[in-house]
């Protein structure tokens, strides 16, 4: 496959210097020749960003620092291309709700106070639509608070993307709670800390954040928020794998600072995964109390998407959907005519899907 050389559509670009200088020396400074541009790119825009970031911590620190979480979090998980973003887009129609958009995720250092100001400098970064389903990506598009992460720590996946070939060292930030102590409580520092600063953006608005990853951390999260609420969506298998890989094909291509891995190492980690990620929560979703999960599954929500939101806020308890229902009917109406991406397998990729992940297709009937 022939690598993507776009320079500017990075999403370190809102790293903070710092962070990004040791993930630099955490790699040994080995970018690949043709990406150059790239990094220096982002050292660029993250050392002239230093005073916008002193400037947020000076205005807002101590506010943020006193805001509490008053109102629990509820947590989309389930695995990459399973329909997190569809169901959080619809459900972010209620004003009751904020969430992490591109702008918060991509400049999660700064938005506070130069938003407004660098908005139109990342709206530019952002292709017109996701490569690897079409749908549109605007500067106020919900987004995976991990991105936020990745750009706040050194403790995310998500380096592995710029940094594929120690994507399997990234990997380990997956199930946070199996890393030192230290590093533990420097996870929870620095996620906390973002979340405390959405809410005070939003004036104390409940946050509803879609995050795959988080699907490893229940035991973690609810040691941070004991009364957050979980929505596990989950999709076919058969169509879960194909779509993962377009991820690893048509988008993660652009943000590549190192020649990745061939293909089949890659198909290899998305297989390897998966297991880990539902081994991990089939053993933690029993924590969670009564009345604060609900599991759906993602061929029945695009069937019934209104219907099943209905169902989410009734086993949840959460209010408001009779004042917010003509805000999901307006969004619905907006997607009748989106067409999914078709996946066509052959009968041995059947076959090797079936077998390794056999554990869910038996545990959702597929």
Sequence with gaps: ???????????????????????LFENRFRISFRFLPRAFFITFITWIMIPLVLFDRISFGRKIKRTPITNPPIFIIGHWRSGTTYLQTLMIQDKQFTYVSNLHAFLPWVFLGSGKLLSGFISRLLPEKRRMDNIPL????????????????????????????????????????????????????AYHTFLKKMT?????????????????????????????????????????????????????PYFHLQKPFT?????????????????????????????????????????????????????????????????????????????????????DLKQEISQRWQMTIDTWGY
């Design 200 to 252: 005070f953006a939003s004036n104390g608005k409940q946050l509803v954040l879609k995050n795959p990853t988080n699907t490893f951390r229940i035991k973690l999260l609810l040691e941070m928020y004991p009364n957050a609420k979980f929505i596990h969506i989950y999709r076919n298998p058969l169509e879960v794998y194909p779509s993962t890989m377009l991820l690893y094909t048509k988008m993660f």
């Design 1 to 23: 496959m022939q690598e993507n050389r776009k320079v500017t559509e990075q999403t370190l670009v809102g790293t903070r210097f710092l962070n990004w200088i040791k993930l």
């Design 263 to 347: 293909m089949e190492t890659r198909r290899e980690f998305v297989f390897t995964t998966y297991n880990k990620m539902f081994e991990k929560f089939f053993k933690e979703k029993d924590l969670i109390p009564t009345g604060n999960l609900i599991e759906i599954k993602y061929e029945d929500f695009i069937k019934e998407p209104f219907n099943i939101l209905r169902e989410i806020y009734q086993k949840l308890n959460l209010s408001g959907f009779d004042t917010a229902k003509d805000y999901f009917n307006s969004y619905l109406d907006t997607q009748i005519d989106f067409q999914k991406n078709i996946h066509e397998l052959d009968d």
């Design 138 to 189: 605007r500067i106020h598009s919900p987004q995976e608070d991990e991105y936020a992460m990745a750009n706040i720590t050194t403790y995310s996946l998500y380096h592995g993307i710029a940094f594929p070939r120690r994507i399997h060292y990234y990997s380990r930030y997956l199930a946070i709670d199996e890393l030192p102590t230290k590093t533990i409580k420097k996870w929870k520092k």
